[in-house]
């Protein structure tokens, strides 16, 4: 190596070390400038439909067996819901509780946990997978939600469901309540169910009692608990911020499979 | 780069100089999809380090283990109340303060996996760290299935790419003359030697696919679709795991690409990735 070349090697190297700040600051600032984000985010379609496609035919999650069960299931998200309401029925243990299935249905709803309990079930044993990246397998028995919603009869322009909790959660606008959204492909999947048990014992608390959305195709986020009214609607654009979901609403992708 | 070495034979031939040829070493589809992964992959490396930041921790099988991973970045209390990073692999427990588990970001030690220069964006948020991780990897998917069209149908691979029977029997004096720094000159230099092919080869055929794969079965739609390709990895856990020593791989091949583009002329590589062409220096006193 002649001498000659070092100065040259070392503008490179030098010059290469600002271009890398300069880009570190400049992603940054990309990730805040809005047309750049919808850009990025714009593959979220892409995604679901490809996901779906390939997934036609074969598409229900992987389930386990007993001896797979996670010895200890993390808690995310709200342990408890701080609701007036929501702490007096919780204190009755849920006697009280009614869920509510209104918006596009024919014939509105109110089934408490008993009912519940009497519609079709189904148990699985199944691996929640959060969007931090973490696993845990857990056994859920609930209500499925298709006979609910057939039994109340969609409208022809319902294209969501819309799970509204009794949980808040922070956002930069101040305390948000949690809700999410789901499309009637996977409204109507056969593992999406209202679990009201967990590991077979009462949903607890901290897991979202008295039921919780399992949609097993999607991270955890979108597996809603604290579960109060299921709402029919055409669009989600009039609820929280419009994106679908409290998470959407912070930034996180509504389609969940990813 | 030439310089005549101070011998006899300089003396004896002082006016005879080296030769030297251009060649156009590298096509357009391969500098462009070259510059696309350079972008991509820092991208994709970055804001998956945000993303393993939400759980800086790595397990094997389908679930987590929060107590004993075996991989872990966590922040705790030192002896002197004050914060410490620690690393633990294996149960072996590193303090890198600073660099992995506490470091500085904006202007306080804060409890972090990877520091934030080394994640896009630079302070912790998973959510557009997912977007800009989901968006580049359409981008490098896209680029590097362009690649390999051009690669398989200009029979780049089999040309440039798979080690000549000669070449691999060779492998030893090679690896030897790759740890003196000495590289081909001449007719030689206008091939990729056979540490570069092997090395090329398994990026492009072996680190690239797996990662792809491992970061597919992430999906929870996927693992729905495809549960035997989870269970192919071990796990969602253990495909985590494949899929961030994958990037790890990717990262030991980046840095010793780049430095075999510096000490073996840095401005005759880069020009010949830039504009094609590409100087071969003859021997001075060849025959």
Redesign the interface.
Known sequence: ??AD?NP??RR??KGGTAAAAL???G??RL?ETDWF?Q??????G??LRI??A??RG?????E?TAA?L?P?F?VNGNDDAEDDAYQRTSENQFADWKLEVGGLVERPLQLSLADLRALPSRTQIT?H?????????GKWTGARLAPILEQARLKPEARYIVFHCADTMPSWKGPQPYYESIDLDDAFHEQTILAYDMNDQPLPIAHGAPIRLRA????GYKQAKFVMKLEAVTSFKNIGDGNGSY?AD????WY??? | ?S?APETETAVAAPSRPARRTIIVRHPLVIRITHWVNVLGL??ML?SGLQ??N??P?L?WG???T?EHPFLSMTAMMGADGKPVGVTTVFGHSFNTTGVLGLSTSEGRPTARGFPD?AT????Q????G???H??FA?VLVLNGLVYLFYALASRHVWRDLIPSGAQLRHIGRDILDHAR?RFPKGEAAKHYNVLQKLAYLGVIFVVLPLIVLAGLC????????Y?WL?ALFGG??SA?TIHFLCATALVLFVLVHVFMV??SG??NNLRSMITGRYVIEGEAHER
């Not at chain 2, 896009?120 to 302070?123: E, F, G, L, M, N």
């Not at chain 2, 948020?125 to 557009?128: E, K, S, V």
């Open positions: 190596m002649s070349h040259a090697r490179l190297l880009m570190l600051s992603c940054d990730s984000r850009m990025l985010a714009s593959v979220e892409l995604n996901q779906r390939l997934g074969h598409e229900l999650a992987a386990y797979d996670s200890v993390k691996r997978d959060c969007v931090e990246g973490w696993s845990c397998i097993e195709r999607h991270l998470w912070q930034g996180y992708s969940a499979g990813i | 780069m310089a820092s991208v970055m993303i393993f939400a759980h921790a397990d389908n679930i987590s929060f220069w896009i964006p630079s302070y948020d998973l959510a557009t997912r977007v800009w989901f968006f359409w720094f992430l999906s929870p739609q996927v693992g729905a679709d549960p989870v969602r856990q985590r510096l000490v840095v401005w």
